[in-house]
């Protein structure tokens, strides 16, 4: 098991960067995939970027060239940077591990983009 936990939303205006972060309570060495989904009112949670223990990415098309994703092993947290913003962005941002006990899910950080 882990429990996760993410910070770093806000609101922030169009155009504007953002940087959240998600630790884990034990070390994520062990931990192949770890990503980011966001949930918008009314809509479905998707998955915005997942990154694998070696490095390798994944990224949503409406989010691909705009943000990246990181994992700092010895620190076990897995950052987001979000730059160049949209209002389509709002939504509240979950951080994922995949373990083979099951999917392990933090509590939520908002993000609204807005003037």
């Known amino acids: 098991q882990v429990q996760l936990v993410e910070s770093g939303g806000g609101l922030v205006q169009p155009g504007g960067s953002l940087r959240l972060s998600c630790t884990a309570s034990?070390?994520?060495?062990?931990?192949?995939?770890m990503g980011w989904y966001r949930q918008a009112p009314g809509k479905q949670r998707e998955l915005v970027a997942s990154?694998?223990?070696?490095?390798?990415?994944n990224y949503a098309d409406s989010v691909q060239g705009r943000f990246a994703i990181a994992r700092d092993n010895p620190k076990n947290t897995v950052y987001l940077r979000m730059n160049s913003l949209k209002p389509e962005d709002t939504a509240v941002y979950y951080c994922?591990?995949?373990?083979?006990?099951?999917?392990?899910w933090g509590q939520g950080t908002q993000v609204t983009v807005s003037s």
């Open positions: 034990r070390n994520i060495f062990s931990i192949n995939v």
């Open positions: 994922n591990a995949d373990l083979i006990t099951g999917q392990y």
């Open positions: 990154i694998t223990l070696r490095g390798g990415t």
